[in-house]
T-cell receptor
Framework: SQQGEEDPQALSIQEGENATMNCSYK?????LQWYRQNSGRGLVHLIL?????REKHSGRLRVTLDTSKKSSSLLITASRAADTASYFC???????????FGAGTQVVVTP | DTAVSQTPKYLVTQMGNDKSIKCEQN?????MYWYKQDSKKFLKIMFS???????INETVPNRFSPKSPDKAHLNLHINSLELGDSAVYFC???????????FGPGTRLTVL
């Protein structure tokens, strides 16, 4: 069954604006990961945040994790057209590394 | 340098055929995975191998059989292909089971 659910399903913004997407999950986790997938391409790993961490940054990306609410958010600041992609959160709730993905947020950044 | 590679990139075949998809990683990782992405972009794990040992085997028809000849390779063989097998199949690898998973470019399988 699907573990993570992203919200919104789709997001359309202009270059320079910030994009925020949320992920909610159902069971306890070890880690939460965010991935990007450009149309017709593979998944690119963005950030891994462990269950004992609350916030992580990588370049223009900021990820927060609230384990009490079982939710995470991904913020992309100063978006660019090249950020147009689908963004997925994935959680692993067992010791086997089985990632469970949400349905993704489709982000379109227009020039 | 390609970290996780898959062949072929595209595979178009008739129902009932048997086909294989190959995956190789040059990252020195111990764990490899197969995922299936359906037409709605939903990704679901199928199998995972750790040091050539099967550790995850989700509810997948037994027409799908993974094989790991060594730590760097994980192949997926599919027998008697059905229309519903059409999807994009992704291979991934990670150092440990709870580490970052790196994905290959995917194999788009179309069953006619």
């Amino acid at each position: 069954s699907q573990q993570g659910e992203e919200d919104p399903q789709a997001l359309s913004i202009q270059e320079g604006e910030n994009a925020t997407m949320n992920c909610s999950y159902k069971t306890s986790i070890n880690n939460l990961q965010w991935y990007r997938q450009n149309s017709g391409r593979g998944l690119v790993h963005l950030i891994l945040i462990r269950s004992n961490e609350r916030e992580k940054h990588s370049g223009r990306l900021r990820v927060t994790l609230d384990t009490s609410k079982k939710s995470s958010s991904l913020l992309i600041t100063a978006s660019r057209a090249a950020d147009t992609a689908s963004y997925f959160c994935a959680t692993d709730g067992d010791s086997w590394g089985k990632l469970q993905f949400g349905a993704g947020t489709q982000v379109v950044v227009t020039p | 340098d390609t970290a996780v590679s898959q062949t072929p990139k595209y595979l178009v075949t008739q129902m009932g055929n048997d086909k294989s998809i190959k995956c190789e990683q040059n990252l020195g990782h111990d764990t490899m995975y197969w995922y299936k992405q359906d037409s709605k972009k939903f990704l679901k794990i199928m199998f995972s191998y750790n040091n050539k040992e099967l550790i995850i085997n989700e509810t997948v028809p037994n027409r799908f059989s993974p094989k790991s000849p060594d730590k760097a390779h994980l192949n997926l063989h599919i027998n008697s292909l059905e229309l519903g097998d059409s999807a994009v199949y992704f291979c991934a690898s990670s150092q440990g089971r709870l580490d970052t998973q790196y994905f290959g470019p995917g194999t788009r399988l179309t069953v006619l």
